[in-house]
């Protein structure tokens, strides 16, 4: 395991061990491109990086030898094309095989990527443009992420590379590169935030990034040499530096891409899986439910022998109906584009359904109230992390072009996160929401998420998201908006079921007092639950505690 370089031991006996003694050793001028994925190609040339096919047939190995080669001769192409040290290049290249030659070409020379998602539109192309001061794009021409990325160009100077320029350059460039230290404190990469609530931000990490995933892969997934592992995520998305490059190589761990362009099925999911002996996975918790809509027993799945989930929080009964299917634990992890891993349940820890776990090595995770103060056990706090004593690794450096919005979280010795949670008595931390999604009802403060799962224990229940709702007696009220499994109908019955079945499981202020049917829950294009939209559009029908009538269904409001 080439991790074990950066570690002061190879193994560790117990989570108070890991949690001691499992801090990276930082050397200076770290470049995981050249002291990671060079020094494996030149000791083990022909071990696999990467198995990507896509949904056409196309299937590929890269060695890591191919990933030093080629990346080499890609950075020489993007330095004849003008780009030099500190430029920042928006990138758009879906899961294509080419963007982990790019990201590896783009280290070495100290250009800056920012992975997009192929989902955006001209809008939020230009706005990315002007944020980031852009003058170079790359992308993969699938006709329409090109359209719109002309639209946003317009008639500027900008310049677009696309992917067959990128393949015609590994042919013809030489690989041979000198390299021009960086400083650890360089910006490596940026991230936009995925702007559930505002405007997105750019989280600017840095050279020694990769080196907090060592956290991510080797002890939450558990990865060792031999694995392959398969992160859904696209490649705009953090998340996939979180599961598919730097903690995975790191571990020793071949990558499995499946570059999907169709509409994606839990037949095409466990089919890749199946064919090509993935043995961990990762993903959130939609892609899960996905899986246990269907008929398992069609797969062969023995070789997978993790599952780990992350994006949003695990509701327990996703959690118990994969164990039973599969007989794996589902562990999850917490973080967030700012950020590595820091909580989760790895190999010492048994996971509690539902709950995030407990903090990842060198992260002094702590709850706060509103003015900073540690909260009891139990009781709802900020997640925040101590900063006092420096940085962990893996936490971003503040956002790029944001000093006010970097001061903003960087504050009185924390990092806040604005997640909040509660920490139960043996340690284990469970998530409760955003800030802004906590419900303030008749004086409590509910979780959506505490609600969520309760409803989606009702085989009625496909999807939910719970809001509050202006209520002039309670100040809030809780509302569910549900998307029904097949066969069931949305009917004021249904809606005096789901209320019964809250009622029975939970405390009676909890119970949603508006339960509305729609055909599908608005997403962020990574694929959240966006509440603060569907407390917009409430806000806009100036919805009331009355009987709601909409297209989609019917809500009542039973008082009791």
């Known amino acids: 395991m080439f991790a074990s370089r950066f570690l002061s031991k190879p193994h ?20 995981f491109a050249y002291d990671v994925v060079d020094v494996i190609a030149r000791e ?14 196309e299937r590929h190995e890269f060695t890591f030898s191919d990933l030093s080669r080629m990346s080499g001769s890609v950075a020489n192409f993007l330095t004849s094309r003008g780009l030099r040290r500190g430029d920042t290049v928006l990138l758009f290249l879906r899961r294509r095989w080419e963007y982990w030659i790019i990201m590896m070409a783009m280290h070495k020379v100290g250009i800056i990527p920012i992975p997009s998602t192929n989902q955006l539109k001209a809008e939020d192309i230009k706005y990315r443009i002007d944020t980031a001061d852009v003058h170079t794009i790359i992308a993969f021409d699938d006709g329409a992420v090109i359209n719109e990325i002309n639209t946003a160009v317009g008639d500027s100077q900008i310049q677009v590379i696309t992917c067959d320029e990128i393949d015609n350059a590994i042919k013809t ?20 935030t995925s702007g559930t609530t505002n405007l997105p931000k750019m989280v600017a990490h840095n050279y020694i990034y990769p080196l907090g995933h060592i956290n991510t892969a080797v002890f939450w997934q558990r990865l060792t040499d031999g694995d392959i592992h398969f992160t859904l995520s696209e490649s705009g998305w953090a998340k996939c530096s979180w599961g598919k490059m730097y903690g995975q190589w790191l571990a020793g761990a071949t990558v499995f891409v499946f570059d999907f362009s169709r509409l994606f099925t839990a037949h095409d999911l466990l089919h890749a899986i199946s064919e090509n002996h993935v043995t961990s996975f990762c993903a959130p918790p939609t892609a899960y439910k996905m899986i246990l809509h269907a008929d398992l027993s069609k ?14 929080a695990l509701n327990p009964e996703v959690y118990e109906r994969f164990l039973d299917a599969t007989g794996i634990k589902l562990r999850e992890g917490f973080g967030q584009t700012e950020t590595c891993v820091m909580l989760f349940n790895n190999e010492w820890i048994e996971p509690k359904p539902g709950s995030m776990g407990m903090p990842a090595c060198g992260w002094d ?5 509103e003015k900073g103060r540690p909260v009891p056990t139990g009781s709802v706090g900020e997640v925040c992390v101590n900063i006092e004593n420096g940085k962990p690794i893996g936490l971003f450096q503040g956002y790029h072009n944001g000093e006010k919005q970097t001061a903003a979280v960087y504050r009185d010795g924390f990092y806040h996160t604005g997640d909040v949670a509660y920490r139960d008595a043996d340690g284990y931390f469970w998530f409760v929401g955003r800030n802004d999604d906590l419900i303030k009802t008749s004086g409590y403060r509910v979780s959506p998420f505490e609600v969520e799962s309760v409803l989606l224990e009702h085989p009625a229940v496909r999807e939910v998201a719970v809001t509050g709702i202006s209520d002039p007696a309670r100040g809030m009220a809780v509302k569910a908006t549900v998307v029904l499994n097949q066969y069931f109908q949305p009917t004021d019955v249904l809606v005096r079921q789901l209320q019964d079945h809250v009622r029975t499981r939970t405390a009676s202020y909890k119970c949603p007092r508006i339960i509305e049917f729609v055909d599908s829950l608005p997403m962020t294009i990574s694929g959240k639950i966006r509440r603060a939209l569907i407390r917009r559009l409430d806000s806009a029908k100036k919805t009331l505690i009355t009987p709601i009538k909409n297209t989609m269904g019917i809500g009542k409001e039973e008082e009791k």
């Open 299 to 312: 797969y062969d799945l023995s070789a997978l022998k993790k599952a780990d989930i992350a994006g949003e």
């Open 173 to 192: 460039h030489p690989s041979e590169i000198t390299r021009i230290p960086n400083e650890n404190t360089d910006t490596m990469v940026i991230y936009f």
């Open 12 to 31: 560790f006996d117990s989570y108070a061990d890991y949690l001691q003694n499992a801090h990276p050793i930082v050397p200076d001028n770290f470049n």
């Open 44 to 57: 083990t040339p022909d071990k696999v990086a990467i198995i990507w096919c896509n949904d056409d047939g």
């Open 365 to 369: 995770v702590q709850l706060l109230d």
